[in-house]
């Protein structure tokens, strides 16, 4: 079951640029930079109560963000959405005829358990589902481990 948005991503050309922007003028504050090799990206979070902002910069020319940039230029590049159970979600939705461009769960960045949904199943939307550690309503919780 979806339980929330666990985050919203932004694909950047320059991280360092794009986080004194959401700093400077929306009052974010980034609370980790974290390179994940295998996606060829490196992340930039803010939180906001129990969802998260995650800027996108490709470390690899041909790292699907570079590519997506490429092709649509800078902006949202997928939606998030925390489930409870990663696993059986990925059956109900291969069950749906969804393509799943992740067969089994991986772990991502903040150490979450990802898999990812192909866009042309829905409606032209990236979309991610993560095994959530920031259940709804806990942002205290969240705090705690950031
Ligand atoms: N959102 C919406 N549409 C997208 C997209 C995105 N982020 N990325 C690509 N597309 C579109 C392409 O423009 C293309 O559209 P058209 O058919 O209309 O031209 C279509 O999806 C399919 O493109 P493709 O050529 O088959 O595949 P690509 O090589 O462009 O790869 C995708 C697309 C989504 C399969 C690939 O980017 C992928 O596997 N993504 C999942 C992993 C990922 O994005 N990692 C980076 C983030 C990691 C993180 O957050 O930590």
């Known amino acids: 079951m979806i339980t929330h948005i666990e985050h919203i991503a932004i694909a950047v050309k320059d991280l360092k640029k794009a986080i004194k922007h959401y700093e400077d003028n929306f009052g974010f504050k980034c609370y980790k930079i974290e390179e994940v090799t295998d996606q060829k990206v490196r992340t930039a979070f803010f939180k906001i109560w129990e969802t998260k902002i995650e800027l996108l910069e490709s470390i690899d020319p041909d790292g699907p963000v570079a590519k997506f940039i490429e092709k649509k230029g800078e902006g949202i ?3 998030a959405f925390a489930v409870d159970n990663l696993k059986t979600t990925l059956a109900k939705m ?20 990802i898999a990812f949904l192909h866009p042309k199943s829905n409606n ?3 979309i991610e589902l993560c095994e959530g550690k920031n259940p709804p309503g806990s942002p205290l919780e969240w705090e705690e481990k950031v």
């Open 77 to 79: 590049h997928h939606i």
């Open 94 to 113: 291969k069950e749906s005829g969804i393509e799943l461009i992740d067969k089994n769960p991986h772990l991502g960045a903040e150490d979450l358990m």
């Open 124 to 126: 032209g939307v990236l």
